[in-house]
C-alpha cells in the first residue's frame, strides 16, 4: 500500500486530531527542557535614535551651519551620512535639526 496523506489518516485509523497531536509531541521540546534551555538575551534592539543623535549633535550641527542659506537638504541622505539608519531616519533628523532656532531659519525642504 502506498504510504501517502490519506493512508495515514484514514486508512490506518487514526483521526486527523490525533495524528497532529503526535506530530506536535514529536516537534515541540517539553516544559522541562524548555526550563533548561539558556535565556535569550533581548537587549538586541540597540539604543534610540534620540540617544544617537545626542552623541554627534555639535557634529550635526556643524555640518549643517556650513551649508548655504536657503540650501534644499535631503534628509534622509543626511541621515544615512551620519549612520542613521531606521526607515523613517530623515524625518528624524530633520526633527532633531529643526529643533535648534537658527537652523530652522536657514532651510527649506526638499520638495
Request: charged share 25%; hydrophobic share 30%; proline share 2%.
Amino acid at each position: 500500500m502506498q504510504d501517502s496523506c490519506i493512508t495515514r489518516h484514514y486508512g490506518l485509523g487514526i483521526k486527523k486530531t490525533g495524528k497532529m497531536n503526535e506530530g506536535y509531541a514529536r516537534c515541540l521540546e517539553s516544559i522541562e527542557t524548555a526550563k533548561s534551555r539558556p535565556k535569550i538575551n533581548k537587549s538586541h534592539t540597540g539604543g534610540s535614535p534620540l540617544q544617537f543623535l545626542d552623541q554627534r549633535k555639535e557634529e550635526i550641527i556643524n555640518h549643517l551651519k556650513t551649508l548655504a542659506n536657503g540650501s534644499k537638504i535631503n534628509w534622509s541622505q543626511l541621515a544615512r551620512d551620519f549612520g542613521l539608519t531606521q526607515k523613517n531616519g530623515g524625518q528624524i533628523m530633520e526633527k532633531f535639526a529643526m529643533a535648534d532656532n537658527e537652523i530652522s531659519k536657514k532651510f527649506f525642504y526638499k520638495q
